[in-house]
């Protein structure tokens, strides 16, 4: 059964996850009509611009959020470019401004969800972004062999190699958002990642309450699967390892699984394998109903900037936005 917007009569959509893998699917999503959209994004990022400020500011991880806002934002493309601005020289090289804007609302407000509703005020955002949690959150990884990896960005840089992943937790007592909880549990549909497995994803299910209220929910879940793997972290990865491992965080199962059916193009795959070993696209093994395989992925060509820090083959084989906004808005108008 699914439920509706009691004024305004519209499906309730959430997505889970960060990075560039929400950036994608809200930019397609924000265009569906009759959904109201609520992002929840994972708070664990201590690298790279958003680092810094967490250290010396003393705020929350900010560049996931900025991401969500700028793909719901219905502003200016310039608007959308000054949030996205990294800077490339003086005492301010390597910091994004809209990382800088969001820990000044932070500083101003006292409160770091409200100061992203005072900029979704300012960027005219189609929808709610809200962090999964206000604590901070300190990610910790533990492999079969009991050594343990602690931060985000040194887990994302290391080598699983041969290890077996044991257990994803934080060092510390993270709560749920309430507001995140309150999504959760008016949602008619969740949609989980894609996105970087152990950074931008599991970050999301292990905080305390969370798989309370997911299972709890009336929500059919939907599950995009990556394009491809992780190279050090999820090497070799098939489809059904992908559903496999978010069920057993979830302690449910997922309805519907999305799996792209197309080729990338023969430039991608040169310039793909010049980088990662293994295969290009995830390996298609999973023999179910709630399979749904289509055309979902983007033919862009896609140019790193010489001041982004993002590793080259990050985003280059990507979700085309519009064909994964089409093919979910095809299930829940079914």
């Known amino acids: 059964m699914i439920f509706f917007d009691r004024i305004t009569g519209m499906k309730q959509i959430v997505t889970i996850g960060g990075g560039t893998g929400s950036y994608t699917v809200l930019s397609g999503l924000k265009n569906i009509p009759d959904v109201t959209l609520t992002a929840l994004v994972a708070m664990a990022d201590d690298g790279g611009s958003t680092g810094v400020l967490r250290d010396e500011l003393g ?5 996931d959020v900025r991401q969500c ?10 608007v959308r470019k000054l949030m996205n601005y ?4 003086g005492g301010l090289k390597g910091h994004n401004f809209g990382n800088i804007f969001l820990a000044a609302l932070e500083k101003v407000t006292g409160d770091f969800t409200r ?3 005072i900029a979704s005020d300012i960027l005219k955002v189609k929808g709610k972004v809200i962090p999964i ?16 990896v602690e931060g985000e960005s040194k887990i994302d840089k290391t080598n699983f190699g041969e290890k077996e992943v044991e257990k994803v937790f934080y060092k510390n007592s993270v709560e749920i958002n309430l507001r995140a909880e309150n999504a959760i549990e008016k949602a008619d ?10 950074s931008s994803i599991i970050p999301n299910f292990i905080v305390n309450g969370f798989r309370e209220v997911i299972c709890n929910s009336h929500a059919k879940i939907i599950l995009p699967i990556n394009l491809t793997n992780k190279d050090g972290h999820t090497n070799d990865w098939k489809v059904s390892n992908y559903v496999n491992t978010v069920e057993k965080y979830l302690g449910r199962i ?13 430039a991608q795959i040169e310039y793909y394998k010049s980088k990662i070993r293994g295969e290009v696209i995830i390996p298609d093994d999973f023999k179910d109903g709630r399979v749904i395989r289509a055309p979902l992925l983007s033919h862009a060509v896609f140019e790193k900037m010489p001041e982004d820090a993002l590793p080259v083959t990050r985003g280059f084989i990507r979700h085309d936005s519009k064909k994964l906004a089409e093919c979910i808005n095809n299930i829940i108008n079914k």
């Open 133 to 148: 949690t206000e604590n901070k959150a300190e990610l910790v990884i533990m492999f079969a062999d009991k050594s343990t």
């Open 254 to 266: 997922v309805d519907f699984i999305l799996v792209n059916n197309e080729k990338p193009t023969p």
């Open 59 to 63: 705020v929350l991880p900010a560049g």
């Open 86 to 89: 990294r800077f490339t020289e």
């Open 115 to 117: 100061g992203i509703e």
């Open 189 to 198: 549909y969740i949609i989980i990642g894609p996105g970087n497995f152990y």
């Open 69 to 78: 806002l700028v793909a719901l934002s219905e502003h200016t493309d310039i």
